[in-house]
């Protein structure tokens, strides 16, 4: 888990609009109903759970869900978790929505609703639509998600993209969970590789070989001849002048690129922030001066360090070098008292496991700032991303030379293929894409497989209207119709997404999202294949038929929503 996030406390989750249907998070409302009503009636004695947990059983025949909730008041009620239980199970079994609650083993409750209270859950996403899924979870917190962030000295690479879509995915989940979040790109348009870069283009202008600590590839050459069209006479120019022209407009149209890469693929930001605003508004000196006034900053060797020792990192940082240069470092201080500064309450900031040495010292310095790093910081480090073609690496880029690029991805597979592919792995997991498997359109490609049951969805609907079969009103929507199974399956499965939403922020883990779908379209693959939605030519429909083609809209509606939280289409043909 990465530092800082909330404890998922699965009682605060539930969806936008659940009244009449019965939603895990309901459940769990219902046992500490239970639980303090057990101790308010000296039933029990006993501190009530932090988290209480209700889970579908493995088996149908023991209830509809399950909770071992009388396992944990066990010892602080000083009696037997069977003993606890069988206090609990009639108090369950009195709500509103539940037909029945059982003790099993040796304390489990094991519940089961009313017919009722499981459909009225289609009839509720519906109505709810777009906000089905969302939560207030993270309501009233402000934060500041950096990713990407690469060096305007060539085109975003494949370990970036991947950074593109996790930190994209990210910040759709937060929302969704309630929080305020402004995504950022931090612009590096100061420094060494800059220079390094504005001396790669100035030899391609004239022809010569690429510098030995230079960048080569056919994009040097178009961003070169790309500002010699916008400035002709720039060569004509004074060295210094000249260097300027290629410093400015090259790294421009560099960047110019890179949003326009990001874009295409869906991803987009708030904020572009460029590192050189700090150097020129005197913020460096600034974030000294506070470190300093905090008495973290001492001199030594002619140089100025921050002992951020003091705060666990493995040793002191310089600051500002003998020979008066800044260090990235203090760049690094700056920005983050900025991000600080305009209100964020938490600074969260995506990095490539080559980055994992930054962690220490960024911790050191929120706290040198007098910030508590496991609250106001957040570090995610993510794993490399190779590309594969008939089970070999692909090595080369077509512009980039031996770097592969988010074009060269998006070329490869598509930007819906490559988004979900991305977002559907851990980040801490090293990941090979195959492009084989991407293109294909079988359920051996996930992206595919879980289109392909929205698009199935689609057509129910879509055959329904053509045929002038409507789902009715939601007042003439009978829940209890959906009794099958299948349809039971299916319902457990969709009351599931606001909690999966919900965890999946909390724990920074998109992938959660994307094996989710794939469990909801399997599900609804067998429901499908299991319950009859439209009737035959030969029959009319009835109320069966509406309530499963309230049950189908619902389902299509989870898949677009979860789809839409991957910043993946949710094609209504294939």
Request: overall charge negative.
């Amino acid at each position: 888990m990465p530092p800082g996030p909330a404890k998922f406390d699965v009682s605060d989750v539930g969806g936008s609009a659940n009244v009449g249907a019965m939603t895990p998070a309901d459940l769990v409302a219902v046992v500490s109903d239970g639980i303090h009503t057990a101790i308010r009636t000296g039933q029990l004695s006993a501190q009530v759970p932090e988290e209480i947990r209700v889970e579908r059983p493995r088996h149908r025949g023991h209830g509809d869900y399950s909770t071992n909730v009388a396992l944990q008041l066990a010892k602080s009620a000083g009696l037997s978790a069977r003993t606890v239980a069988e206090v609990l199970a009639p108090l369950v079994s009195a709500a509103d929505g539940v037909a029945k609650a059982e003790v099993a083993g040796p304390g489990f409750v094991n519940i089961t609703l009313e017919n009722a209270a499981i459909g009225a859950l289609a009839r509720d996403i519906v109505q709810a639509g777009d906000a089905y899924g969302r939560t207030d979870r993270l309501g009233g917190l402000r934060l500041n998600l950096e990713f990407v962030s690469a060096n305007p000295t060539g085109p975003v690479h494949i370990g970036g993209a991947r950074w593109a879509v996790v930190g994209d995915v990210l910040a759709r989940l937060l929302q969704a969970a309630g929080a305020e979040v402004s995504r950022e790109y931090y612009f590096n348009d100061a420094g060494v590789q800059i220079d390094r870069f504005v001396r790669s283009l100035l030899a391609a202008a004239h022809g010569a070989p690429v510098p030995e600590d230079g960048y080569s590839g056919a994009y040097i050459e178009e961003i070169a001849a790309a500002v010699l069209r916008r400035r002709p006479d720039a060569l004509d120019l004074p060295e210094t002048e000249c260097h300027a022209v290629f410093r400015s407009v090259g790294t421009e149209l560099m960047f110019d690129e890179i949003k326009t890469s990001l874009a295409a693929f869906g991803t987009h930001f708030d904020t572009y922030f460029n590192e050189k605003d700090l150097h020129d508004r005197g913020d460096l000196t600034a974030a000294v001066s506070r470190l300093r006034e905090g008495g973290h900053v001492f001199e030594d060797q002619g140089a100025v360090w921050l002992r951020t020792t003091d705060f666990g990192d493995d040793k002191d940082r310089v600051l500002v070098k003998s020979d008066g240069s800044w260090t990235y470092f203090t760049a690094d201080c700056a920005y983050y008292l900025n991000k600080r500064s305009r209100g964020f309450e938490r600074v969260v900031i995506m990095l490539g496991a080559d980055h994992a040495g930054y962690v220490g010292r960024m911790r050191a310095m929120a706290a040198c700032f007098g910030d508590d790093p496991d609250r106001h910081l957040e570090i995610l480090l993510g794993q490399l991303v190779n590309l594969v073609k008939d089970g070999t690496p692909v090595r080369m880029s077509k512009r980039a030379g031996t770097v592969l690029t988010l074009d060269d991805l998006t070329e490869a597979v598509g930007v819906d293929a490559a988004r979900y592919a991305l977002a559907r792995a851990s980040v801490d997991v090293m990941i090979d894409l195959d492009i084989d498997l991407l293109t294909r359109q079988s359920n051996d490609n996930p992206v595919y497989y879980v289109q392909y049951a929205h698009t199935r969805l689609c057509s129910v609907l879509r055959r329904a209207a053509e045929a002038g079969i409507a789902k009715g009103r939601p007042e003439d929507f009978d829940p209890a119709l959906l009794t099958h199974g299948r349809e039971v399956d299916l319902l457990a499965t969709l009351a599931e997404f606001p909690q999966v939403v919900a965890v999946a922020a909390a724990l920074r883990e998109p992938h959660r999202v994307a094996y989710y779908l794939e469990s909801l379209a399997a599900t609804y693959h067998r429901f499908y294949d299991a319950c009859r939605i439209l009737p035959r030519a030969d029959e009319a429909p009835d109320d069966l038929t509406r309530a499963r083609l309230w049950l189908a809209e619902a389902a299509g509606l989870v898949l677009r929503n979860g789809l839409c939280l991957l910043g993946v289409s949710a094609p209504q043909r294939m």
